[in-house]
């Protein structure tokens, strides 16, 4: 639930806004709710994309304050490419755990072994991901898919709306989108469609940082400094793994390392860091020029359109 701050005016600390305005945070949370709960009543069978990952930790976080005391009325879905980072993994199963949530999986690995997809030649699996993404919407029925997308993460998702409707193929077309004035949704689909629903749509790297500092969210260890066994590949530092890396010419060192945000071992690169704790972090972000995305991440970096080309075809 959100707070309204009671600051008498005129005393240090006063709120620019009003005695009883919202804070920055509260506002952010306060519109994420809004949203929660509008999916809530306008669609039957809604779904949360969720990965591990602090995004995906945060919706969570959020939808769990939508409905308490009442049990989060959404199942879980993950997109598990089996090049998974196992401390995520171990997240992911524990809050499944904690908060008595349904999770489904889609397995990567299954669709390759019956020929649905094959592998790439650069061993890169989150380019995969979109034709198990759209199989387990198919196949149990969501008709509203909640996602941890944000839009100063990279510049196709700067164009999606809050509500963003996918055709019978899961396709993306930015012309297609609807407008969204004063907060109002349209959740209106036909057969075979879905809504994509991002309630971090508004929320930055920094905010999401400061929200997870506020309610003191508990995130996989690999989102802090930790020493790490990694190797250099275009400009990242990958994880050593089964997956691919590293090759015969690359050398693995073991560095101080975090990582800002997470895919799988194939695509997601650390950054060296020695911010060890939350405040840490977030003087780090603060300070940085590029986003997490356009640091970390080689599946945005094969070419100019990369993310808004996989939207199209029905990625996240």
Request: hydrophobic share 40%.
């Amino acid at each position: 639930m959100t707070t309204a701050t009671h600051t008498l005016p005129g005393t240090a600390g006063e709120n620019p806004g009003g005695p009883f305005a919202l804070s920055h945070l509260d506002a952010l949370e306060a519109e994420s709710v809004h949203i929660f709960r509008e999916v809530a009543g306008e669609f039957e069978r809604p779904v949360i994309l969720f990965s591990g990952g602090k995004d995906s930790i945060v919706m969570l976080h959020l939808a769990l304050k939508a409905f308490w005391p009442a049990a989060v009325p959404f199942a879980l879905l993950h997109v598990d490419t089996g090049h998974n980072f196992p401390e995520v993994l171990a997240y992911r199963d524990r809050a499944v755990a904690e908060h008595n949530l349904r999770l489904h999986v889609a397995h990567v690995q299954d669709f390759i072994d019956d020929g649905r997809l094959r592998e790439r030649p650069d061993g890169l699996r989150n380019p995969l991901q979109t034709v198990p993404l759209l199989d387990g919407i198919e196949s149990n029925k969501f008709d509203a898919v909640f996602g941890g997308g944000r839009r100063d993460e990279e510049k196709a998702r700067a164009k999606e709306r809050v509500f963003s409707l996918r055709d019978e193929f899961g396709a993306w077309d930015p012309r297609r989108q609807r407008p969204e004035l004063w907060s109002l949704y349209n959740g209106k689909h036909a057969v075979g469609e879905h809504v994509r629903v991002f309630p971090l749509s508004n929320w930055t790297e920094l905010d999401v940082w400061q929200y997870i500092e506020r309610e003191k969210i508990e995130l996989p260890e690999i989102y802090y400094a930790h020493e790490r066994e990694v190797f250099a590949r275009n400009g990242m530092w990958l994880t050593a793994g089964e997956w691919g890396g590293p090759k015969e010419t690359e050398t693995v060192e073991r560095r101080l390392v975090r990582y800002r945000t997470v895919g799988d071992m194939s695509c997601t690169g650390a950054v060296d860091s020695d911010a060890a704790t939350i405040g840490d972090v977030i003087a780090e972000i603060a300070a940085s020029r590029l986003t997490e995305r356009g640091a970390t991440r080689a599946d945005d970096k094969m070419s100019e359109a990369a993310m808004e080309d996989r939207k199209r075809e029905g990625y996240f």
